[in-house]
């Protein structure tokens, strides 16, 4: 999957049902490939520590059911958006 599509498919799906933690809104901003067999996804977000496995889960349910992936494993890991000042 290309960068661009999986970050669409995530970005309309927080549209339409944003992920919260203890009224927190949590930020999502990009979607990557990093590998295949078993597929991997690494998510690009703010505050990965408040994110938990239903959070997790919401991207995979969603991932599946875009793209018909039935009975295939999908792993997805997590990864801090710099600030600016770690740019």
Do not use: C, W
């Not at 309309?12 to 990009?30: E, G, M, S």
């Amino acid at each position: 999957y290309t960068e661009r599509r999986l970050t669409d498919i995530f970005m309309d799906a927080v549209k339409k049902t944003p992920l919260f933690k203890i009224k927190k809104r949590l930020n999502f901003y990009h979607a990557r490939q990093v590998g295949s067999a078993p597929l991997r996804i690494e998510l690009e977000v703010r505050n990965k520590e408040l994110y938990e496995d239903h959070h997790l889960a919401f991207f995979e349910n969603v991932l599946r059911k875009e793209e018909n992936l039935k009975s295939v494993p999908i792993f997805f890991y997590l990864k801090e958006k710099p600030t600016s000042s770690q740019k």
